[in-house]
């Protein structure tokens, strides 16, 4: 039968691919493209049902919302301008109620409404399992962010604090594994509405452009936090050619998140958080902290061996607990 895709696991997999593709294509979540009415940003995300959501934790509405929200997230990592719009590949099975596919198009209208772009389409199919597809397209403005242009000597920053979504998909699963009555509501609250209700990262993005100091160029490594903090800073070290030495006092935590090793995991693996995580210059990164309160540095990059370490010689960061696709 030969090698699986359980077996190659993501990376692997997207490496493989990437031979299919122009050199460095498959490098970021989204594909820049030359008209000459000037640069088109083109991101495409699939959402399945048992995967990415279920009934359990949320509801038609969120799963539009959420679909949108997490493309538009990936648009405002690459130095979105302006959102045009999206089209949806819709696959349901026949028994789906009308209700269902109505709730989900009603989320991804609001989601629209908020944030900029129109429904210019797709496709409806059907299928075994519910799946939607999203591509999401907007124009390039002045910064160009990319997992490749990171370099030794910059900070490494992220917009906000990181596991809350995490948190909040296992407390609407009521996961035995927390003690949710020991938490505080207004953490259990936030972290149920960033699952449900994520936003994506623009206004982080706009807090950028205006605050770079004149002297330097539009130059800095970024990506967003949709598959996890460490997955991220893993994906700037592997297309820069960069080692990241991470502060282990300074994760960016919720002011309630709780102490452990366990919830330290949740910051760095949990996943669908949506920040941007930047590599910038020292000036440009003092320069965004001071206009975006809830921005943070989590440590340097530096030359060396693409991976991910601890400050102080304490090795290699570890993601086992990370979310693996095919696995």
Not at 15 to 25: D, I, K, N, S, V
Not at 92 to 113: D, H, M, Q, R
Not at 299 to 313: D, L
Request: aromatic share 6%.
């Amino acid at each position: 039968m030969g090698e699986t895709l359980g077996q190659l696991g993501e990376n692997e997999l997207l490496h493989r691919l990437a031979r299919f593709a122009p050199a460095g294509q498959l490098d970021d979540d989204t594909a820049q493209v030359h008209t000459n009415e000037g640069e088109l940003l083109i991101n495409t995300d699939v959402m399945v049902e048992g995967i990415h959501f279920s009934e359990d934790t949320t509801t038609p509405k969120d799963v539009g919302w959420r679909c949108v929200t997490a493309n538009l997230s990936d648009l405002a990592a690459s130095g979105v301008d302006q959102i045009l719009g999206i089209t949806v590949g819709l696959v349901v099975p026949p028994e789906t109620p009308w209700n269902w596919v109505e709730g989900v198009y009603l989320g991804i209208e609001a989601a629209l409404k908020q944030f900029g772009g129109t429904l210019l389409g797709g496709d409806c199919s059907r299928g075994d399992q519910r799946l939607l597809a999203i591509t999401a397209l907007g124009t390039l403005g002045p910064l160009r962010l990319h997992r490749s242009q990171a370099q030794p000597g910059d900070s490494l920053v992220v917009s906000g604090p990181h596991g809350l979504s995490r948190l909040g998909l296992a407390l609407l699963r009521s996961d035995p594994l927390i003690k949710a009555d020991l938490l505080p509501d207004k953490l259990k609250q936030k972290a149920i509405e960033a699952h449900q209700h994520p936003q994506p990262c623009l206004k982080a993005l706009h807090a950028l452009q205006t605050c770079k100091p004149e002297e330097l160029p539009w130059r800095a490594g970024g990506t967003d936090s949709s598959d996890g903090l460490l997955a991220a800073v893993q994906g700037l070290c592997r297309s820069s050619g960069c080692r990241a030495i991470l502060d282990p006092t300074g994760l960016p935590k919720d002011p309630d998140w709780p102490l452990g090793q366990h919830w330290d995991s949740w910051c760095l693996n949990g996943g669908e958080d949506f920040e941007l995580i930047l590599s910038l210059p020292p000036q440009w990164a003092t320069a965004w902290l001071q206009v975006l309160p809830s921005s943070q540095v989590i440590g340097v990059m530096e030359k060396g061996p693409p991976r991910v370490e601890w400050a102080h010689g304490r090795g290699e960061v570890s993601n086992f607990s990370s979310f693996k696709h095919f696995q």
